[in-house]
C-alpha cells in the first residue's frame, strides 16, 4: 500500500513543476563545426596561396601598375572574383579586339620574398594572363590587374556602354552573372600609400587628364575612400592633391566634370579620374543595368 503523500513533499512537487513551466530546458548547443559556409574564405588558407597574388607585388611594379577594384560583399569575395575574371576575358575581346599584353618580367633578383619562386613554378602559364587576381588585404574587395595595353577607364567606359545599350532581358542576364559585384572602380595610377608617393603619382596622372590647354569651364571634385589603414586619413590627402590642380578649374562637390579618385588600401593608393561619376551611379553596374 502506498504511502499518503505529506504535505511539504506537495509542495516541493507544485514548485518543481512551476519551474519547468516558467523555465523550460534549453535546447542543445549546435556544434560550430556543422556550420556550413556558402562560400571559401579568401583572406587566408591554400585559396589565397593559389590564386591570389600577394598584395605587395602592386608595389614593385607600381609606375606601371593599374587595374579593377570591384566592391561586393563581405564573405562574398570568391564568388566575385569568378564573376569579374569571367566578365573582364569575355569583354576584352568584344571589345578590344586589338589589345596586347604589356607584362615585361624583370631582371635579376625579386625584392619580395616567394615571388621569384612563385613565378618560376607557374611562369609559362602567368604570362598569358591578361588580368592578374591580387590580394586586396580588405574585406568585400577584390582587385585585378591589367596587364593589356587599355587603360582601366577607358575599358569600363567601354564596358558600361555596351552593356546599357543592350535589350532588358541581356541586361537581366549580365546582371544575374554580376550579382555578387557592387561598384568597379578603374584605377590608372598606383602607388605606395605615402604621402611623397601619392604626390608623385597624382602629377603623372595632371599630365594625362589636366592639359594646359583644358577646358576652364571644367569643374573638379576630391573623393577619397580609406580601407586598413591608419597612417592616412581623407584630410591629409585632400591636403596633398588640392594645391596641385590647376588654378583656374572650380571646385563642384556636387555636379563636377571630373572627380579625382583617391583609395587607399592596406598598403597600397590607386588613384583615378573619372568623368560622370555622379551621373554614372559611381560606377555600380547592377544600378545602371536596373535604369
Not at 556558402?38 to 588558407?45: A, F, V, Y
Not at 608595389?59 to 569571367?86: F, P, W, Y
Not at 587603360?151 to 542576364?173: A, C, G, V
Request: with cysteine; hydrophobic share 35%; aromatic share 6%.
Amino acid at each position: 500500500m502506498d504511502s499518503p503523500v505529506t504535505e511539504p513533499q506537495a509542495s516541493a512537487k507544485r514548485l518543481l513543476n512551476e519551474d519547468t513551466t516558467l523555465h523550460p530546458p534549453k535546447p542543445p548547443k549546435k556544434n560550430k563545426t556543422e556550420k556550413i559556409s556558402n562560400t571559401i574564405p579568401i583572406m587566408r588558407g591554400k585559396f589565397k596561396q593559389r590564386w591570389l597574388t600577394k598584395h605587395s607585388s602592386l608595389i614593385k611594379r607600381s609606375d606601371t601598375a593599374s587595374g579593377m577594384m570591384v566592391s561586393c560583399n563581405v564573405h562574398a569575395e570568391t564568388r566575385a572574383l569568378g564573376q569579374v575574371q569571367s566578365c573582364l576575358e569575355k569583354y576584352v575581346h568584344e571589345l578590344f579586339p586589338q589589345h596586347s599584353l604589356t607584362w615585361e618580367r624583370l631582371e635579376g633578383p625579386l625584392e619580395i620574398e616567394g615571388e621569384e619562386q612563385e613565378q618560376e613554378t607557374h611562369g609559362v602559364k602567368n604570362k598569358d594572363k591578361r588580368f592578374q587576381a591580387v590580394d586586396a588585404a580588405c574585406g568585400g574587395l577584390v582587385f585585378y590587374r591589367f596587364r593589356i595595353d587599355i587603360p582601366p577607364t577607358q575599358f569600363l567606359y567601354k564596358l558600361i556602354d555596351h552593356m546599357t545599350q543592350q535589350s532588358k532581358e541581356d541586361r537581366q542576364q549580365i546582371q544575374m552573372n554580376l550579382r555578387h559585384c557592387a561598384r568597379w572602380i578603374p584605377l590608372d595610377f598606383i602607388c605606395t600609400a605615402t604621402t611623397e608617393r601619392i604626390v608623385r603619382c597624382f602629377e603623372r596622372a595632371l599630365k594625362v587628364h589636366f592639359p594646359p590647354d583644358i577646358d576652364p569651364n571644367t569643374t573638379v571634385a576630391i573623393v577619397t575612400e580609406i580601407r586598413n589603414n591608419i597612417s592616412l586619413d581623407k584630410q591629409t590627402i585632400i591636403q596633398l592633391i588640392a594645391p596641385l590642380i590647376p588654378p583656374q578649374l572650380k571646385i563642384d562637390l556636387k555636379h563636377p566634370t571630373r572627380v579625382i579618385f583617391v583609395t587607399v588600401f592596406k598598403s597600397v593608393c590607386g588613384l583615378s579620374v573619372l568623368e560622370n561619376y555622379y551621373e554614372k551611379k559611381k560606377f555600380n553596374l547592377a544600378s545602371l543595368l536596373n535604369e
